[in-house]
């Protein structure tokens, strides 16, 4: 039987994007065997308090952070649509464009995971993709002890141990606001466009 072509989803707000989701991202790639890893920065998470600013450069960096790897996409859908940016009309829209033959993978983070019971539409997001869930520093992930809240999960999600790089944007914004070095912990070509962008009040820390 020929397999069918698996295609990685990865939404996220990337505030900026960091090695920590280039990492389990390529982590996924690899342990899937996907063709191709599609970068879906979202306008508004619905769950997140706090709405991003930044749309543009946000896509900017992505688009910068991807270049170098040939399986690795950039798709600026959900900042075409007005927010809040749920995952459920974003998967439609691809079901739509590469049919029922593919199989979907969702990438996301252990502690993303753990809010998936209050996603909107949770049930036919499992009808529509798998779930690729990736160990993160500090957080859990029991995959038995989520199917009780949430039967629909059951056979559709596979953990990733993945490389375990404890990093965050929302603690890149502090060290960069706090004129603590960032470099190593994201693209260079990332670090060098907040820089010239001024972006998150970031100054360069001393040489
Ligand atoms: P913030 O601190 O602002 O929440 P973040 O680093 O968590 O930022 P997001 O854009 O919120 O980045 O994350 C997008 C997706 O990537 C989520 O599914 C999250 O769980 C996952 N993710 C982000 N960083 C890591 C990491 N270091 N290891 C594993 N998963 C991660
Ligand atoms: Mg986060």
């Not at 996907?34 to 970068?39: E, G, K, P």
């Not at 996409?73 to 809040?84: I, M, N, S, T």
Request: net charge neutral; aromatic share 6%; charged share 25%.
């Amino acid at each position: 039987m020929v397999k069918r072509e698996q295609i990685g989803v990865f939404g996220g707000t990337f505030d900026p994007i960091h090695f920590g989701h280039l990492a389990i991202a390529e982590e996924a790639r690899v342990a899937l065997g996907l063709s191709q890893v599609i970068f879906i920065p979202a306008a508004h998470q619905p769950l997140k308090g706090r709405v991003p600013e930044l749309s543009e450069q946000r896509l900017a960096m992505v688009r910068l952070a991807c270049t170098d790897n040939p399986a690795f996409r950039v798709d600026d859908l959900e900042l075409r649509r007005p927010p809040p940016s749920y995952t459920i009309d974003t998967l439609i829209h691809l079901r739509e464009r590469f049919g029922t033959e593919v199989e979907l993978w969702f990438i996301l983070g252990a502690d993303a995971a753990q809010d998936l019971p209050r996603w909107h539409r949770i049930e036919q997001i499992l009808a529509l993709t798998r779930l690729a869930i990736v160990a993160r520093p500090g957080h859990q992930c029991d995959l038995t002890a989520l199917q009780a809240t949430l039967p629909a999960l059951a056979g559709r999600a596979t953990l990733i141990h993945g490389p375990r790089l404890e990093i965050s944007s929302s603690d890149l914004r502090r060290r960069l606001s706090e004129g603590l070095p960032v470099r190593y912990q994201l693209p260079e070509a990332v670090r060098q466009f907040i820089l010239t962008h001024q972006l998150y009040h970031y100054r360069e820390p001393p040489q």
